[in-house]
């Protein structure tokens, strides 16, 4: 038995063309590897689309190459996360499985006398292997199903099984995650074989007692500048079953080649900065590459507008390059105070500011008042939907905070 690992895709994500083209490369690469190494299933643990309600040329696309992936008889088996899940509990991965191109396996009900969340499994036809799963939400609002989970049911099922989550587990994340809210990877259910999991954009992999084998694949293509920086391209999982004993490999994907240049700016004035930058890619081959600047520290004798970045982005495209892109977050002017803004993901950032300020209003007890504030703001990121009116789009809006605040 052999079959394929993926997760965060974020399919849209990119405001560039040529990165969205990229992004979608990197989907039609790693479907081809996936059918050229014959695999058996193909598991997607959240984050296909980067909003539960992608644009129709990007629906399209992926539309397009999940029946031909089922003209294959390979299954794809999906969970929803956090950016396919919509407020009102939808998601475009309801669409897609009515359509019968993929099978959600986030499938349960709730016991009316222990309120215990019950899941059931999925069962894969050609191998007999048993799945099942958890969606991801925005603001670690899932951790809520894991607290009322029936654990036990699952842990006793017999047979090979995969349990697929979106989630950030603490045993996963890397020492520069650790101020990252998670939970511990004892809220699962054991006796899984394999636990297949996205939302945090690094590969991973654990073992422990009772836990097999517990992973990320990491995006399969990088979502953002520090990304792009950090890993240059993304990857997935391989893992391969043959008499009894299990294989579980990473497999990079190399959609384009990356060029990467960090310069400490310290006492240089913009002419240097300009000079250095422009000198190091002389001597470096970008043709086709991906080429990320990061320019930090203090410039001496002027300001970040003085350096002629247009004159760097014009030389690197004639000597070739896709795409060219600069951070200087980092960058300051000797003249000007630093401002120091903790560097973390926005929805980290959201929720410290929600803890901070809890307990100014007697409506709700601490914990209740957490939970509904995260609600809201889940419920306020949304859209209007295609056909639906200003009006109508205001309603549905309103009705929804109505259930939240209980009005």
Excluded at 20 to 28: H, N, P, V, W
Excluded at 139 to 167: A, P, V
Excluded at 255 to 284: A, M, R, T, W
């Amino acid at each position: 038995m052999k079959y394929a690992h993926l997760a965060d895709l974020h399919l849209g994500s990119w405001r560039e063309p040529k990165m969205r083209d990229l992004s979608t490369k990197a989907f039609m690469m790693a479907v081809d590897q996936c059918i050229q190494e014959k695999v058996d299933f193909i598991l997607f643990a959240g984050d296909l689309f980067n909003t539960s309600l992608p644009s129709l040329d990007t629906l399209k696309l992926v539309t397009k190459r999940l029946k031909e992936i089922k003209d294959l008889n390979i299954p794809i088996y999906v969970i929803a996360g956090s950016h396919d899940f919509s407020p009102s509990g939808k998601t475009m991965i309801d669409v897609l499985e009515n359509a019968g191109l993929l099978k959600n396996v986030c499938k349960g009900s709730i016991d009316q006398e222990t309120k215990e969340l019950r899941l059931h499994f999925t069962i894969e036809e050609k191998t007999g292997v048993k799945l099942t799963g958890l969606l991801g939400r925005k603001g670690q609002l899932d951790q809520q199903y894991y607290e009322t989970l029936d654990r036990t049911s699952l842990e006793q099922e017999q047979g090979y099984k995969i349990f697929m989550f979106h989630t950030t587990v603490s045993e996963l994340l890397s020492r520069d995650m650790d101020k990252i809210e998670s939970q511990p990877l004892s809220v699962f259910p054991k006796t899984f074989d394999y636990y297949a999991g996205g939302h945090i954009h690094h590969p991973a992999k654990v073992e422990q007692p009772g836990y097999k084998c517990v992973t990320y694949p990491g995006a399969l293509f990088p979502n953002n500048f520090q990304e792009v920086e950090k890993y240059g391209n993304g990857g997935y999982y391989l893992i391969t079953v043959e008499d009894g004993k299990q294989e579980v490999t990473w497999k990079p994907l190399e959609v384009v080649k990356h060029q990467q240049f960090l310069l400490q700016c310290n006492g240089k004035s913009p002419e240097v900065i300009h000079y250095e930058v422009s000198d190091h890619f002389e001597h470096v081959d970008v043709e086709g590459a991906i080429v990320t600047i990061r320019l930090q520290g203090s410039i001496k004798g002027g300001r970040v507008f003085d350096i002629n970045f247009k004159e760097i982005f014009e030389r690197l495209y004639q000597k070739g390059a896709y795409f060219v892109m600069k951070n200087t977050a980092k960058l300051q002017s000797e003249e000007f105070e630093e401002i120091k803004i903790a560097q973390a993901n926005p929805e980290l950032v959201e929720e410290e500011i929600i803890k901070e300020h809890l307990g100014q209003h007697t409506a709700f007890p601490a914990e209740k008042e957490l939970e509904v504030t995260r609600s809201l703001l889940n419920f306020l990121d949304t859209t209007k939907k295609e056909g639906e009116t200003q009006t109508d789009f205001q309603k549905r809006v309103e009705d929804d905070m109505e259930k939240v605040l209980g009005l």
